[in-house]
């Protein structure tokens, strides 16, 4: 079994920076980490994906704002958020896909709003 546990959110003013992070229990041999976030009355959306070969995707409505990176030593992928807006306000969570598993972590809140 492998945790991933969210932290970071909070309440931003528009304009502003959050960085999150996503802390694995133990290494996670995976192709992918991924952030997602789901906002109230939508569909979960896939945000940023970071491969084991650190290659990086995001989803347009984040592009040039967002950037997902890891820290193998720690088990922990980041995902720095900057110029954030309103309609950024969602939970934010992690997940991975493994051979023995898909794991998601419980999700942190993030609130943009003056």
């Known amino acids: 079994q492998v945790q991933l546990v969210e932290s970071g959110g909070g309440l931003v003013q528009p304009g502003g920076s959050l960085r999150l992070s996503c802390a694995a229990s133990r290494r996670i041999f995976t192709d992918a980490m991924r952030w997602y976030r789901q906002a109230p009355g939508k569909q979960r959306e896939l945000v940023a994906t970071?491969?084991?070969?650190?290659?990086?995707s995001y989803a347009d409505s984040v592009k040039g704002r967002f950037t997902i990176s890891r820290d193998s030593t720690t088990n922990t992928v980041y995902l720095q958020m900057n110029s954030l807006k309103p309609g950024d306000t969602a939970v934010y969570l992690c997940?991975?896909?493994?051979?023995?598993?898909?794991?998601w972590g419980q999700g942190t809140q993030v609130t943009v709003s003056s």
């Open positions: 997940n991975a896909v493994t051979p023995s598993g898909v794991y």
């Open positions: 970071i491969t084991s070969g650190g290659i990086t």
